[in-house]
């Protein structure tokens, strides 16, 4: 996309009449440039998994800037930072995540993710200041999603204990509340041990620690037919950097195991462990079992899917360029993406009933902390998945940067609705208590 179709995007996202104008919009509008050019710079520099300084320090940076009080460290994890403006109640939380994957960089648009998060929490500032309202937003930067770890571990650690709510949303091919049940998953790493020989002269002297690996993964593709059709059994070999004419002593793997309920994921996760211990027993050798994280399932809130959803309708979706119309239609032809030419639609109904995703978050560990929302926006072209090279292509340019300021405008008139009505605070805290999950 050329600068002159940022500039033009850049003019047409709040393009409301002068009536319709409010504080929390025309911050958004004066300050649209500096938020693109903050997830550009996330974007050009992707980082894992809890190696995330420059993203982290870029944020935090911005949040200083505009007034709120910034502590790195948050939870004891390097990358992870708290900030805070205000005073009083309500505790407003803001959940921000920044990570990338390997290989793909920015392809589930965390660079939006982060960037749309502060931007909201600083327009609500404007607002609230303007206006003198009361409360406090406190904005938690959240490194390692990607790895289902940070917010499980700030939860653990009682980061998030006095929120009255808690607010996030994430890149998605639709606008629309996210009012789904995001799966109960755990994380475990099985390493095998064994004794090491010439693979040659003298095999029957080890004990392969790839062959227990090996025939775990037999065991557990196996077991796949003899559990519920919802369960997600998934795993990847950890290099440990053996040649092949060494009878391996060490082998690694790293399992997913998820459902729509953590009782099933218990079960399943269960019977995978059995299989690692059978294929140990199998091979004369031994197998260490690391739960890395757990999480259960999405707690949904439906007073707060109906209220952000009420204020969604009154936001207009991104309108887009012939540039970009025309960008979306060669990328969903070059990557096979299935969306019958119509490659971005308005606001979608909010469903009567949660729909289960099959899809995981370190957010559902917070969702039984505190009342949630999350909120999806379209930052890619409809039949676009996450964590696929053309949700990265789009996360970097000007379809992606219209879906964030969306968002963020989205997650800012909401909570600054939520604040008009405190009944309806009241109402969620009540639906939280008393609902199962």
Known sequence: MTDSTINHFSEEICSESSASRNIVADWLKTHQAELIDTANYIFANPELAYQEQ?????????????GFTVSSGTANIETAFTATWGTGKPILGFLAEYDALPGVGHACGHNLLGTAVIGAACALKNHMETEQIPGTICVYGCPAEEIMSGKIVMNKAGVFDGLDVAVTWHPFDRNRISNDIWMSQDVKNYTFHGVSAHAAKSPQEGRSALDAAELMNIGVNYLREHVPDEVRM????????????VVPDLAKTNYFIRSFKRSRTEDASARVDKCARGAAMMTDTTVDIEL??????????????????????HIPTPEYTEDELTFAAELSKEAGLENDGIYFKGLEPLEPEPV??????????VSHTVPLITISAATMCRGTSLHHWAAAKQAGMSIGHKGMLYAARCIAEGTKLLLETPDKLTAAWEEFKNTDA
């Open 356 to 365: 289960p995703i099959f899809i995981g978050t370190d957010a559902t560990a």
């Open 234 to 245: 998934h795993y990847a070999y950890v290099d440990n950097g053996i040649p092949s004419n």
């Open 292 to 313: 890395v994280t757990s999480c259960k399932e999405m707690k949904v809130n439906r007073v707060l899917a109906e209220l952000y959803y009420e204020a969604m309708t």
């Open 54 to 66: 420059k993203s982290s320090v870029r944020l935090s940076t911005y949040l200083q800037e505009q």
